[in-house]
């Protein structure tokens, strides 16, 4: 069985603080995929980024950065001198490329990311 | 431009009714998927199909139906079987594989009165 864990459920910053979202995974496929949502006050998930298991390198896009170690099981996803327009719900995502269901991925619970001015 | 829509945006349903959300996209993908959103949680899988005329059931398919008739639209119809309706419905789809990304569509929020 496969499962996404976002053990922080709220976070709150204050503009241009650093913060790190948290996001660890269970999985017992060697193939795999990770990815990160952003959900604004809108609703809409906007992608953010998407790994396969084999690319452990981290990625840097803007002020955006992902950690990426499959040592932990983890992907997490840093936002650097952080902005209110950050302001949104962030999901963690795994798609299992052995499993049964056909592009099935599977959520983690979201993390509620406030940026105050 | 293109994209995935649906529609409407809000909708209110009285208990014992039928009601049929609408997912349209023109990206020309194969595949389509159904979520549900409650409140503090992640989504949760109802439908999907690969192709046309084909879909199957998703994690909480129970009190639900869907359509593929055409590649482009993949409606989700909540039947009054569906105890606890009121949700944030979203539509994703992906392609041309299984792999690809799955982008979303803006959701609708229904409301069960």
């Known amino acids: 069985a496969q499962k996404v864990t976002q053990a922080q459920t709220e976070i709150s910053v204050v503009e241009k603080e650093d913060v790190t979202l948290d996001c660890v995974y269970e999985t017992r496929d060697t193939t795999y995929y990770l990815f990160w949502y952003k959900q604004p006050p809108s609703g809409e998930l906007v992608f953010l980024i998407r790994r396969n298991s084999f690319d452990e390198q981290n990625e840097i896009s803007g002020r955006y950065s992902w950690n990426f170690q499959k040592s932990t099981s983890s992907f997490n996803f840093t936002i650097t001198a952080s902005q209110v327009v950050d302001s949104a719900v962030y999901f963690c995502?795994?798609?299992?490329?052995?499993?049964?269901?056909?592009?099935?991925?599977?959520f983690g619970q979201g993390t509620i990311l406030t940026v105050h001015p | 431009d293109g994209g995935i829509t649906q529609s409407p945006k809000y909708l209110f349903r009285k208990e014992g009714q039928n009601v049929t959300l609408s997912c349209e996209q023109n990206l020309n993908h194969d595949a389509m998927y159904w979520y549900r959103q409650d409140p503090g949680q992640g989504l949760r899988l109802i439908y999907y199909s690969q192709i046309v005329n084909d879909f199957q059931k998703g994690d909480i398919a129970e009190g639900y139906s869907v359509s593929r008739e055409k590649k482009e639209s993949f409606p989700l119809t909540v039947t009054s079987a569906q105890k606890n309706p009121t949700a944030f419905y979203l539509c994703?789809?992906?392609?041309?594989?299984?792999?690809?990304?799955?982008?979303f569509g803006p959701g609708t929020r229904l409301t069960v009165l």
């Open positions: 995502a795994l798609f299992n490329a052995g499993g049964t269901s056909y592009g099935k991925l599977t």
């Open positions: 994703a789809s992906t392609g041309p594989g299984q792999f690809d990304t799955q982008y």
